[in-house]
């Protein structure tokens, strides 16, 4: 039985929320992030793996501040240290957009040292481990500037080589899989996007339409016992009712709050000589917790915010709140007494209030060369309540108007 860790989409470098810690002065969320893959990497450890696979995204970009990289090798240190084989897929977070440039995990190919296998182009890797050979295809991410330099490609649209991306990383991953030895496990390890694959909240905005796609046929190939992917940020697995199983672990945080509902964590899996089973292992997570509440007239709206919060465990939480201003009052909230109320929070996003549009009446046309009387009448035409007192309400008008310019003329 071969065991390792499948993990993806670390995103060091996600500081969208949170503060600086006084005790590290480290953003707390990359202090989330690290906490996560720590609790992985210990995860591991302590089930002495075989292997350690992690499938893309290491950092939010291709430029990671220093601090950044020092955490992430502080990590994958502890994998050297145990004696277990680290295996790095590039991720698009990881490969820079400028052709020739160093992506961002280079470093750890680059070490004197064995336990680093990092797969920046496509390959067959043979890791032999404690319990055996195992076969792995790396595939990456499929870097779109390599086709478009190409003269054969030059005058293609964009979608046209996003399709074609799509198609050759098909054929690649096919050819691999003819050379393998069916005897000896094998895995596909890739960053791709799958089409029935289910994205998180900001993912849709940023991934749908710009990515190549690939079918889960286009996976699911002899001899490959495992499909670990990376890329997709929630936990799935595309191919429940075959093998061998697809699975995206998701990635190790939540990144926003479109993340705010699904569990996070990694995967452990085990290669038998007939059988490959997968266990889903949830990491220690920050709470993202957002409370909308359409508040009732009549009552005060500061105190029904405090009730809603009431509900929840405010501790060490990110906390975004929503609430309805009721269509015939005014905006309340007492925002210092809500501030009050989520001291133990541990970052407010916002404390927003929503309003219906109020929907404004047109007015007709009105002109300057009107005299009183039309003006008057064209603005009760869009009086509806007034269309039966309209002639009375002319005529008195009017009286009032003419008294007006009398007193103007005697003063």
């Known amino acids: ?68 990289q020092k955490l992430l090798f502080n990590c994958f240190l502890k994998l050297y240290k145990a004696n277990i084989p680290v295996v790095i897929v590039i991720g698009n977070h990881d490969n820079p957009v400028s052709f020739g440039k160093a992506h961002s995990l280079d470093v750890f ?22 319990n055996g050979s195992i076969q792995i295809v790396g595939i990456p991410w499929p870097a779109r500037n390599n086709i478009s330099l190409s003269d054969a490609h030059i005058v293609k649209s964009y979608k046209d080589i996003t399709d074609y991306i799509g198609k050759a990383v098909g054929s690649i991953i096919n050819d691999f899989a003819q050379k393998l ?9 890739a ?20 990515d190549p796609i690939l079918l889960p046929s286009q996976l699911t190939i002899k001899p490959f016992d495992y499909v670990a992917l ?42 038998g000589a007939e059988k490959t089973s997968h266990e889903f292992i ?22 029904q915010i405090i009730e809603e919060l009431e509900k929840h465990e405010l501790e060490g939480a990110i906390i975004k709140i929503l609430y309805h201003v009721p269509k015939n009052e005014k905006d309340k909230v007492d925002l210092q007494i809500i501030q009050q109320n989520c001291a133990k929070a541990m970052h407010i996003v916002g ?22 009387s039309k003006l008057l009448g064209a603005y009760l035409d869009t009086k509806p309540e007034l269309k039966n007192r309209k002639k009375d309400l002319i005529e008195k008008a009017l009286v009032l108007f003419e008294e007006s310019k009398l007193n103007q003329k005697e003063s």
């Open 191 to 210: 960053h791709l996007t799958v089409s029935s694959g289910l994205f998180s909240g900001s993912e849709k905005r940023a991934i749908y339409g710009n």
């Open 282 to 303: 949830k990491t220690p997570t920050r709470k993202f917790i957002q409370v909308e509440i359409k508040l009732k007239e009549h009552k005060d709206q500061t105190t």
């Open 230 to 271: 990376g890329h997709l940020h929630r936990y799935q697995n595309l191919n429940k009712n075959g093998y061998p199983a697809i699975i995206y672990p998701g990635s190790i945080e939540r990144i926003d709050f479109g993340e705010r509902k699904e569990e996070k964590g990694f995967c452990l899996v085990k290669i």
């Open 351 to 372: 404390i927003i209030p929503i309003r219906k549009n109020i929907v404004r009446e047109r007015r007709t046309d009105l002109k300057v060369s009107m005299d009183f």
């Open 109 to 130: 190919g680059e070490l004197p040292i064995d336990g680093f296998h990092v797969i920046s182009k496509p390959k067959i890797i043979n890791l032999k481990t404690k």
């Open 181 to 189: 030895d069916p005897k000896t496990p094998s895995i596909l390890a």
């Open 1 to 68: 039985m071969i065991t390792f860790i499948h993990t993806a989409d670390i995103h060091f470098g996600i500081e969208n929320y949170g503060k600086i810690d006084p005790q590290t002065g480290i953003h707390s969320r990359l202090l989330d992030f690290q906490r996560a893959l720590n609790f992985c990497i210990d995860t591991a450890i302590e089930k002495e793996v075989d292997f350690f696979l992690f499938c893309g995204d290491a950092y939010k970009t291709t430029n990671p501040t220093p601090t950044q």
